[in-house]
């Protein structure tokens, strides 16, 4: 299993240091929607994902629905679009 914050799954880190995910792919990210509200979500590349059990800073990035206020976690590309797991904000 890949860890969250493996190298390979991030893009290169900002000035400030931070690693960011990398974004799904364009063309996948029109077709989604928000599996609470059924409206439209965008990918935000700078939202921060807070920290892992141990204190590590996560990279940044999630997709973003507006309407229910969830962000949801994007690993390897793929977006992980379950409610359950949406982190609210």
């Known amino acids: 299993m890949t860890a969250l914050h493996d190298s390979s799954t991030m893009a290169p880190t900002s000035e400030q240091g931070t690693a960011h ?28 994902n807070g920290s892992d059990s141990q204190g590590n800073p996560l990279p940044r990035g999630a997709i973003i629905s507006p309407q229910a206020r969830l962000a949801f976690r994007v690993e390897e590309t793929i977006p992980i679009m379950l409610a359950d797991e949406a982190r609210p904000f």
């Open 21 to 48: 995910v990398l974004p799904p792919d364009e063309r996948l990210l029109k077709l989604l929607v928000c599996p609470v509200t059924g409206g439209p979500v965008h990918f935000d590349a700078d939202f921060d």
